[in-house]
T-cell receptor
Framework: EADIYQTPRYLVIGTGKKITLECSQT?????MYWYQQDPGMELHLIHY???????EKGDLSSESTVSRIRTEHFPLTLESARPSHTSQYLC????????????????FGPGTRLTVL | QKEVEQDPGPLSVPEGAIVSLNCTYS??????FMWYRQYSRKGPELLMY????GNKEDGRFTAQVDKSSKYISLFIRDSQPSDSATYLC???????????????FGGGTRVLVKP
């Protein structure tokens, strides 16, 4: 079982509030990801990190920001939440390997379901 | 147009039946293909991984890739109620362990196996 954790699991919050979604992994993985998933829709990559102090924007534009100060921690922050931010946010991690191997899969956390009223 | 198309379902089958799932994609450069299973209120977990065209079998699961048709399939034999979940296909240009690897997901197919 993957050791990747997300808190909170569920969050209902009013418009304009600042929120931080937490993600931690204990596998020592160098790469971490944030995806946004709406019901019945594909996962969209919104942020990723290849290591400490490395952050990149993903394929889907997002008003959120991320930081990677420690290997195991990759929090996502929304400065001012809006109803359009209502979605499920999934965090994942994986390990870079120099070998051609299929075993460097992305492990996913359980997700945070965010509702902005 | 989405890069990866997947019928959202739901796909309802009786217990013991074969479940057949598929995805089509538009980018012929995809080389690595994966199937993830996602239970309700959980994150996706990797089920199957295949590289390029061909078949791969793992227990009750068989994954097929047809690169010439840009079409991948997942078959679940002797389906069980515990197989009820959403199944997502994913693909990438580079190996999962590569430094710049990113996954492109389909929207998922919801499967319901009835006892």
């Amino acid at each position: 079982e993957a050791d990747i954790y997300q808190t909170p699991r569920y969050l209902v919050i009013g418009t304009g509030k600042k929120i931080t979604l937490e993600c931690s992994q204990t596998m020592g993985h160098d790469k971490m990801y944030w995806y946004q998933q709406d019901p019945g829709m594909e996962l969209h990559l919104i942020h990723y990190s290849y290591g400490v102090n490395s952050t990149e924007k993903g394929d889907l534009s997002s008003e959120s920001t991320v930081s990677r100060i420690r290997t195991e921690h990759f929090p996502l922050t929304l400065e001012s939440a809006r109803p359009s931010h209502t979605s499920q946010y999934l965090c994942a991690s994986s390990q870079t390997s120099g070998r051609r191997t299929p075993n460097n899969e992305q492990f996913f956390g359980p997700g945070t379901r965010l509702t902005v009223l | 147009q989405k890069e990866v198309e997947q019928d959202p379902g739901p796909l309802s089958v009786p217990e013991g039946a074969i479940v057949s799932l598929n995805c089509t994609y538009s980018n012929s450069a995809f080389q690595y293909f994966m199937w993830y299973r996602q239970y309700s209120r959980k994150g996706p977990e990797l089920l199957m991984y295949t590289y390029s065209s061909g078949n791969k079998e793992d227990g009750r699961f068989t994954a097929q890739v047809d690169k010439s048709s840009k079409y991948i399939s997942l078959f679940i034999r002797d389906s069980q109620p515990s197989d009820s979940a959403t199944y997502l296909c994913a693909m990438s240009l580079t190996p999962p362990g590569a430094a710049g690897n990113k996954l492109t997901f389909g929207g998922g197919t919801r499967v319901l196996v009835k006892p």
